[in-house]
């Protein structure tokens, strides 16, 4: 009896290691590919009412190209332990900086990232990470 009392904690003491090491799935690095079924460039070249020449010579002002605005326009990385960092093209242009740091939480699958004491509510389901950018759904796809 003793034996199988303590086979039965092992076990247990075994899943949960497992379970612990296996780290949260919500962990990595998100890039936004598309806001409303648009790139980045398309989506801001739109909200303006521009052309291509005018968006991109718009983004020179703010030493942003339209590839990088594409590749980098908002770049969100959760870590184990609840860490968040946000990389950001566009923050760049709207607010001169590109890094902020903060928290994240992930309940269910609503994921909450809260930088500067502000929240940023998301859903995280099957691996993808969506945002509504004031009607528009952003989607963010895993790199890493």
């Known amino acids: 009896m003793k034996k199988a009392i303590s086979l039965f904690f092992v076990l247990v003491i075994i899943s949960v290691f497992f379970t612990s090491c296996g780290g949260n799935s919500a962990v990595g690095t998100y890039t936004l590919e598309t806001i409303g079924g648009k790139t980045p460039f398309d989506w801001i070249k739109d909200s303006i009412e521009g052309d291509d020449d005018s968006t991109e010579g718009l983004l020179e002002l703010f030493g942003v190209t339209k590839d990088g605005l594409n590749e980098r326009f ?71």
């Open 74 to 144: 908002y770049v969100l990385t959760l870590e184990d332990g609840g860490k968040a960092s946000v990389y950001s093209e566009y923050a760049v242009m709207y607010a001169g900086i590109a890094e902020s740091e903060g928290v994240w939480t992930l309940d269910g699958d609503v994921l909450t990232v809260t930088i500067d004491g502000e929240d940023v509510i998301m859903t995280f389901k099957d691996g993808v990470l969506t945002h509504n950018f004031n009607g528009s759904e952003g989607v963010f796809k895993k790199t890493d």
